[in-house]
């Protein structure tokens, strides 16, 4: 009897099909093995038989065929549906014999080129059949892709060469302009690291770590939130799903081009133990967001170079903190040890828009003239630098009176924002000082009463200016 050939929908929501359920069944076709399954078949009432040929398209988002298996009960039943309990579906029992990762689809473009006579713009419900010829190609496009996916090219790029993103994606596969491209002909993620990328938005944290153990590289995602979705989940996935992870620097450019030269670091892997990290950066707009980290660990022979050592130095596993002289609180040009740029980005979060540069500025120059005061009273001052436990980024503190020890924390207005503000960087801080200092605020002017109410609530001092340079302590 001649086999049918019928279209499982599936909307790509993560409710009709939990991500955890979706890659535990992935990776169980990977290995042989079938999984049986009951999917909705829309309006269809019958005419599919023991042996019939399913296949799975992926709707709405990243389109295209994800898995292929056969009807294992010829009986279309009803039950309740899958998202309403008032209504009732019709179902099939089938088993699964190959589900691919999502980025390993056989795409509808390649069906539309390759399988013209099935209308694949027009499949707005599960349970459309494939008839003759289109399904006999089709049947013969998915072997021959699921074959390819089987049998990747072997790798053969030796560590430390040069390798352009056009040459790779020829022969090994994965998109050409992403920092992160997965690969649907072999076993690969291509990751791409471009420090100077970083810098423009005013963080780096790609790099080795202090022992060079761990490469640490940023997710992918230019604004808002990154989320752990497509390349950052291809990354934190990529053991499960049988991939390597092989690791590009940027290498300056090409002879009279402005092309990237593309150096070849070596293979990775996610670390076990912690695969990430998430950091604050700002993402294109300038807004305050989180990203995510991730810790490569290397994989045979790897590439070290000094030039690769991440900025941000390395994660503790406790907190460390150590005083630095004042003057990198004050001087807004500095060195580049003393105010990392990560530093002005870090105090811009605190006003949004185009005051935010203006705000630094008044609070720099009020630490100063605060500075100099206490100076006039013989006072020692410096500030502190505070890496967190498990964090990349150094927090830097405005104020420490060494000879009475009051940790400030300036602000360049009195608002009720800026001191509320000033309150929960104080009691952050402070947690990480070892000297446990009392606190303060310092702005330019009298606060509220409410709002000096709320500094003595929480037993901290607050210090306002009178005059250009001269000051006055309200104590809780």
């Not at 992935?26 to 093995?33: F, K, N, Q, Y």
Request: charged content about 25%; some cysteine.
């Amino acid at each position: 009897m001649k086999v049918a050939t019928f279209i499982l929908t599936w909307d790509g929501s993560e409710s009709v099909y939990p991500p955890k359920e979706y890659q535990g069944h992935v990776a169980a076709t990977r290995r042989g093995r079938t999984v049986p399954l009951t999917w909705s078949v829309g309006s269809r009432r019958g005419g599919m038989s023991v042996g019939d040929r399913v296949f799975l398209l992926r709707q709405n988002s990243d389109r295209g065929i994800v898995g292929s298996g056969r009807v294992t009960d010829e009986e279309v039943f009803e039950d309740q549906h899958w998202e309403d309990s008032t209504r009732t579906a019709r179902y099939v029992r089938f088993a699964w014999e190959r589900l691919l990762p999502i980025d390993e689809r056989l795409t509808v473009d390649e069906l539309r080129e390759q399988v013209p006579s099935h209308h694949w713009h027009a499949i707005l419900a599960s349970g459309q059949q494939v008839y003759p010829p289109a399904d006999a190609t089709l049947e013969t496009l998915w072997l021959a892709h699921v074959a390819r996916l089987s049998s990747p090219s072997a790798w053969d790029t030796p560590v430390g060469a040069t390798l352009s993103r056009e040459h790779r994606m020829v022969r090994y596969g994965g998109g050409k302009y992403g920092g992160i491209e997965p690969s649907r002909i072999t076993r690969n993620v291509f990751l791409y690291s471009d420090p100077q990328a970083g810098s423009l938005y005013g963080y780096n944290y790609d790099g080795w770590n202090a022992d060079g153990s761990v490469f640490f590289y940023t997710g992918e995602g230019r604004r808002g939130h990154q989320r752990m979705r497509e390349g950052n989940a291809a990354i934190l996935r990529h053991l499960q799903d049988g991939r390597a992870l092989r690791l590009f620097v940027a290498n300056g450019t090409q002879p009279d081009s402005t092309a990237k030269v593309q150096l070849y670091l070596g293979e990775f892997r996610i670390d076990p133990d912690e695969p990430y990290l998430t950091a604050e950066a700002p993402d294109v707009d300038g807004n305050a967001r989180t990203v995510f980290v991730f810790r490569l660990r290397p994989v045979g022979k790897v590439l070290r170079r000094d030039k690769d050592a991440s900025d941000a130095g390395d994660a503790p596993s406790k907190a460390a903190a150590e005083p630095v002289p004042v003057e990198a609180a004050t001087t807004p040009a500095g060195s580049a040890e003393a105010v990392p740029l990560e530093e002005l980005i870090t105090k811009s979060y605190a006003v949004s828009g185009s005051t935010s540069g203006t705000a630094v500025k008044w609070e720099a120059e009020l630490v100063a003239r605060y500075c100099a005061y206490l100076d006039g009273l013989g006072h020692d001052c410096a500030r502190y630098r505070i890496r967190p436990p498990g964090e990349l980024r150094d927090l830097y503190t405005d104020l420490f009176d060494q000879t009475e020890n009051v940790l400030y924390e300036a602000k360049g207005v009195a608002t009720r924002e800026a001191i509320r503000m000033a309150v929960g960087q104080l009691l952050d801080y402070s947690r990480h000082i070892p000297t446990s200092p009392s606190l303060a605020v310092l702005v330019p002017g009298k606060p509220t009463d409410d709002l000096l109410d709320l500094l003595q609530s929480q037993k901290i001092q607050c210090v306002y200016e009178t005059a250009l340079g001269h000051f006055e302590l309200c104590e809780p």
